[in-house]
């Protein structure tokens, strides 16, 4: 399926990066983005593989570089790629956590907060967000492609993926996820 003109088959990622949302007693850990792409925006913690990382390992070191906590219980959630017009193409691997070690503390490129999951606020995040984050709170796998310009949505597609034996998504179409699987 082509979405705004991108033939999503031969897509290809400029960068990989990922997030992690920590959800507990009825609240999510977000942060308000301090520098780099999506600065002054809310969002969770996250950001690029290094070489040889997997997804996971990324996930967690992110969040224990930018809130000084230790992410638990960590599972794959879902695939984001992103098309940007400026030509930025960007493929993002969701996890979520059901626990922390540590408190969450501010940093040079973060602070964070805790949101209750009936109050997220939607208005000071990409707009993706509000399309596949209620996905994510409730656990269901997704995959999506998005384009933008600059900061404005311009289409989307959004899919639910189903599990596979070991617990990693994986697209029904038969693409395979490619974040580990659960320990």
Known sequence: MKVHG???????PEREATLLFVIRDGRVLLIHKKRGLGAGKVNGPGGHLQDGESTLAAAVREVEEELGVTPLDVEPCGELRFQFTDGLALLVHVFRASD???????????????????AIPFERMWADDRIWFPWM??????????????????????????????GAPRSRSGGHYRGPNRA
């Open 6 to 12: 991108i033939d999503w088959r031969a897509w290809v």
């Open 100 to 118: 922390l070690r540590g408190e969450p503390r501010e940093s040079d490129e973060a602070t964070p907060f805790w949101v209750p999951l009936d």
């Open 137 to 166: 709170l409730r656990g269901v796998p997704f995959a999506g492609r998005f384009t933008f310009d600059g900061d404005t949505l311009l289409d989307f597609d959004l899919r639910p993926l189903s599990h596979t034996a070991k």
